[in-house]
């Protein structure tokens, strides 16, 4: 099944948008498509210049907005959720002793983003174990964004027991309203429990933005559908192209159709393993 257009569309903002008028435009762009939600992620330390009139814009147009923002913009994002202007309004920290930053601390209606790494996924239980003591219930782990060369991350299959392990004994998720892209990391997080999306998602329900107003299936599978300001994103989204890709992305990848696992895990992360193998057949790493 593909739909018509996207139910969730992630846009990261440019981190040099010193005029209001370009993200207006693309603002516009994302509300003709008439998504449900857009995933807006800062990633400058502060917010752009006119950034509000982007929410406003957004709010005229029946679009929920989850805004993720680095700490340096909290003082200026602080009243956007009781303005009506974000759904949900979420800190980026990438360390467990960021909970207890004082510009932000003791206000209920923050919730973390962490982006999980090779430097840090151990935090986790610790994460999970100190943000109710924070006040703080609802937890992000949001998808790597693998628009450049940046290597893809992954736990193996012994460091998912690992994860497994050290989250039960921490216990504390079961206080969290949590949010988790990676289905090999969802399984440490929810032993013996399905991964709820049904395979992937990416040029279906979700599609993606980048800063250079790159059009991807998903933040994390870089194959570049178009660019928005040369063609609309309605336009982008009613390709050849990403009809294409989609129709591909249906069929498990050739390496998996033998794994006793697929009608599981249903080839795992498809960006990931596009990025390791430079083909849609390969099977995702996080396998092995």
């Known amino acids: 099944m593909e739909l018509a257009s996207p139910i969730t569309i992630y846009w990261d903002l440019p981190s040099d948008a010193d005029e209001p008028s370009g993200l207006l435009a693309i603002a516009a762009d994302i ?18 210049d006119g950034f509000t009139g982007v929410l406003e814009q957004f709010r005229e147009g029946s679009v929920s907005v989850i ?22 309004l979420l800190l980026a920290v990438d ?18 983003s962490f982006a999980v790494t090779s430097r840090n996924w151990r935090e986790l239980p610790d994460l999970v174990r100190q943000c109710p003591g924070y006040g703080i219930t609802r937890l992000v782990l949001p998808m790597q964004r693998l628009y450049g060369d940046e290597p893809p991350f992954f736990l193996t299959v012994r460091e998912q027991q690992e994860l497994a392990d ?15 892209h990676d289905p090999f ?17 990416a040029a279906n329900t979700m599609i ?23 063609a609309s994103l309605r336009e982008i989204i ?5 009809k294409e890709l989609r129709q591909k992305l249906l069929e498990h990848p050739g390496a998996c159709r033998e794994c006793k696992e ?27």
């Open 31 to 48: 509300i003709a498509c008439r998504p449900l939600m857009v995933w807006i992620t800062g990633t400058a330390p502060t917010l752009p």
């Open 262 to 288: 697929l009608a599981e895990c249903r080839g795992g992360c498809r960006g990931r393993a596009y990025v390791v193998h430079q083909s849609l057949e390969g099977e995702d790493p996080a396998c092995w």
């Open 166 to 180: 050290a989250l039960d004994s921490a216990a504390g998720a079961s206080k969290l309203t949590l949010t988790i």
């Open 67 to 88: 805004l993720t923002i680095p700490r340096g913009a909290f003082e200026s994002a602080r009243g956007f959720g009781e303005q009506g202007l974000v759904r949900e």
């Open 95 to 112: 360390r467990v002793d960021q909970l207890d930053a004082e510009e932000w601390a003791e206000t209920a209606s923050v919730g973390i």
């Open 208 to 230: 993606a933005i980048a800063p250079d107003g790159g059009v991807y299936p998903c933040p994390t599978l870089p194959v570049r559908l178009g660019t928005v300001g040369e």
């Open 238 to 242: 009613a390709s050849a192209a990403k």
């Open 185 to 201: 990391i969802w399984r440490a997080f929810n032993p013996g429990v399905p991964f709820p999306q049904g395979g992937c998602q």
